[in-house]
Each structure stands twice: as structure tokens, then as C-alpha cells.
């Protein structure tokens, strides 16, 4: 059974889904271990305390740089034996130092088809508002690793979302949260904790699923 550490910093929608997944049985060989958040006030906190989760916060500016942030985050993750960390609307900036720590074992939900609409300055409602103004007619999200670049990590599974006309951006932004971000992370979390992720020049291959007695 593979530990799970969830990083959020808002309301937690996405990590409401993940424990929903996980109370269905639906992520296999892997348990949510604990929540941290990067500000007291995130209502993330209160949806684990609720499922029996333990949740702690790691605020930024009680650190004096984005490294020694990351090694607090690092090191509480390791206390509590994590295997797969979570990104689910985490919006503080880590550095490389964490990334490398857990390399290919970070995990990120966009709520765009990458590598369209990605990058600095490219989250939460910006995104929704450039894929409007593009006129584009089918957006989508995209969950991958993290990595070194912003948004430019392997990616492990996408959906397709309608963009209908009349369309606004929060419209759009639940829509796509509906339709693709709360169907694909658990998704993706349960093919990594199964053990079927593997990472190869820069791409991710989903394996077969093994048959229980193979």
C-alpha cells in the first residue's frame, strides 16, 4: 500500500474527490497519508480532518526562501513515508530541490490540454479566459508529473471538454472540473499506486494491467 501526500492551498474540490475515490475503493494499493496545506485558512484542511485524514499546514513566508520551503515540505513528506505527492491546487512555488526529491512521483492536474494553455501565468481562471479569447472549441485537462518546467512534464492522461457557446469563464471552469480534472486525477493516482506509470524519454506508457494470480 503506496502513501499519498496531497499539497493544496484553496477550497480542495479535487482532493474531495480523491478521498471520495478512495472510500470507493477505487484507488488500488494506495491511501491518502496526509494533507499540507500552504495556508491555515484552506478549507483542504477541514475536508481531511472530516475523512480521518491528518492535515498540517506549511505556510510560505514562515520560511526565507523557496529552498528551505521545500525542504520543510520535503522532510514532513518523508516522515510520513510518502510515495506519491499531489499537487491538487497547490499554488506556492517550490524549487528544484523538491522536485528532484521526488522525482516522477509528483503528480499535477491543468485544467487545459497541454502543451496549449500552459505555463507562468496560465491557472485557475487565466486559463479558462485565454482559451475563450482564442476561440478554441475544445478545451480540456491534462494531469502529468511535475518537473523543472512549469506545466512541462510528462504527461500520464488527458480529456476533452466542449466549449459551448456563451460559454464565461467560471462556466467553463466547473465544466471541465466535472467533465475531466475529478475523473482523471483519481485515475491517474490509482494507475501509479497499481504500479502500471512508467516514465521513458520523457513520455509516460500506461502498462497492461496485470490479471490477480499473474
Not at 513515508?81 to 530541490?97: Q, Y
Not at 512549469?150 to 467533465?179: F, N
Not at 504500479?195 to 490479471?211: P, S, T
Request: hydrophobic fraction near 45%; include cysteine; charged fraction near 25%.
Amino acid at each position: 500500500m503506496l502513501n499519498i501526500g496531497v499539497l493544496v492551498s484553496g477550497g480542495g474540490t479535487n482532493l474531495q474527490k480523491l478521498i471520495d475515490a478512495q472510500q470507493a475503493g477505487k484507488i488500488e494499493n494506495g491511501a491518502i497519508r496526509v494533507v499540507v496545506a500552504s495556508r491555515a485558512d484552506a478549507f483542504a484542511l477541514e475536508r481531511a480532518k472530516r475523512a480521518g485524514i491528518e492535515a498540517i499546514v506549511l505556510c510560505r513566508r514562515d520560511y526565507p526562501d523557496v529552498e528551505s520551503y521545500s525542504e520543510a515540505l520535503i522532510h514532513a513528506l518523508q516522515a510520513r513515508d510518502v510515495d506519491l505527492v499531489v499537487l491538487a491546487g497547490f499554488l506556492t512555488i517550490t524549487g528544484d530541490n523538491f522536485i528532484k526529491a521526488y522525482e516522477n512521483r509528483i503528480m499535477n492536474v491543468h485544467p487545459a490540454l497541454l502543451p496549449a494553455f500552459g505555463g507562468k501565468g496560465f491557472y485557475g481562471l487565466h486559463v479558462h479566459e485565454a482559451v475563450l479569447a482564442r476561440g478554441c472549441k475544445l478545451t480540456g485537462a491534462t494531469v502529468h508529473f511535475a518537473n523543472e518546467v512549469c506545466d512541462g512534464g510528462p504527461i500520464i492522461l488527458q480529456k476533452a471538454v466542449e466549449v459551448k457557446d456563451g460559454d464565461t469563464p467560471e462556466t467553463l471552469q466547473r465544466r471541465v472540473m466535472e467533465e475531466a480534472e475529478w475523473v482523471l486525477l483519481p485515475q491517474a493516482v490509482s494507475l501509479f499506486c497499481e504500479g502500471r506509470l512508467q516514465v521513458k524519454d520523457g513520455k509516460v506508457n500506461i502498462l497492461a494491467e496485470q490479471k490477480k494470480g499473474e
